[in-house]
């Protein structure tokens, strides 16, 4: 079992800038990881996926509403998922989640929620208008 802790969230205003963090408790090639983000009053969306471990290069995919502006990448070595937040929109406020999927022969890097057994508290970003 994994334990995530986000860290990173803060307040900026529009077009700024920001990069949260999500530290595993162990071994993060083990993993599939994602971002997700909940709004008040909505439902939780998909933000961006990773697989650090493949054989060239990792592997992503974003929701087409942070395509260009963020970028999600993995530390092995530390055991830390970022997620580069740039252009900033006030529609990108939303309190945001780490989550991992373990890597196993039936499971491949998902963008739904559901596949996704572990979980962080969540970390709060606000842009302003």
């Known amino acids: 079992q994994v334990k995530l802790v986000e860290s990173g969230g803060d307040s900026v205003p529009t077009g700024g800038s920001l990069r949260l963090s999500c530290e595993a408790s162990?071994?993060?090639?083990?993993?599939?990881f994602g971002w997700f983000r909940q709004a008040p009053g909505r439902e939780r969306e998909v933000v961006a996926v990773?697989?650090?471990?493949?054989?060239?290069?990792?592997?992503?995919q974003y929701a087409n509403s942070v395509k260009a502006r963020f970028t999600t990448s993995e530390d092995t070595v530390r055991d830390i998922v970022y997620l580069q937040m740039n252009d900033l929109k006030p529609e990108d406020t939303a309190l945001y989640y780490c989550?991992?999927?373990?890597?196993?022969?039936?499971?491949?890097?998902?963008?739904?929620?559901?596949?996704?057994?572990?979980w962080g508290q969540g970390t709060q970003v606000t842009v302003s208008s």
């Open positions: 990773i697989d650090a471990e493949t054989t060239s290069r990792p592997y992503t």
């Open positions: 989550a991992a999927r373990r890597k196993t022969k039936l499971t491949i890097l998902s963008m739904i929620g559901e596949h996704y057994r572990f």
């Open positions: 162990r071994d993060t090639d083990a993993y599939y």
